[in-house]
C-alpha cells in the first residue's frame, strides 16, 4: 500500500530515533544500514528535512537527526509528504460525486479500509517502529 519511498522513510526515521539526544547521523550510514542508494536516502532526508520531520546539519559531526520526539512523529507524518495519500480520500471508483447519499459500489467498504488504514498511521508513532512495538490489527 506504500511506495518503496515512503517505506525507506519509514526505516530511515526509525534509524533515527535511535540516535542518542542531539546526535546526527549521515544518510550513507544509514542508507547501508536499510539498504537504500545513499544519495537517494540523502534527498529523501532532505524533503523530510523540509516537512519537519527531520533536522540536517552540514559539516563535520553533521547529518541527520529528528527534528521533535520520536513518540510524538505519526507514521501518516512521515507517509504523508511523500505518498499523499490524503488524496485516497476520493472515490474507489473514481466518480465525482460520492458520498453516503450518493455511494458508489465500493463506497461504503473502501471508506472504512481506508478509515483504519489512516487511523492506523496516525495513531502509531516512530517510537513504535523504532522500538519493534507490535502494531495493532486493523479491524476489518
Known sequence: MLSKTALHALHAVAQLAEL???QFRGATSIAEEIG????YLGKLLQSLAQEGIVYSQK???????????ASSISLYDVVEPIDHISKWSG??????Q?????????????????????????ESSVAD???GTPLPALMF
Open 91 to 96: 472515490c474507489f471508483m473514481g466518480r465525482k
Open 20 to 22: 542518542p539526544e542531539g
Open 36 to 39: 537504500a542508494p545513499a544519495n
Open 59 to 69: 559539516g563535520i559531526g553533521g547529518g541527520f537527526r529528528l527534528a521533535r520526539k
Open 98 to 122: 460520492c458520498s453516503p447519499d450518493s455511494p458508489c459500489a465500493m463506497h461504503v467498504r473502501w471508506a472504512k479500509v481506508r478509515d483504519e488504514f489512516f487511523s492506523m498511521l496516525k
Open 129 to 131: 517502529i523504532a522500538a
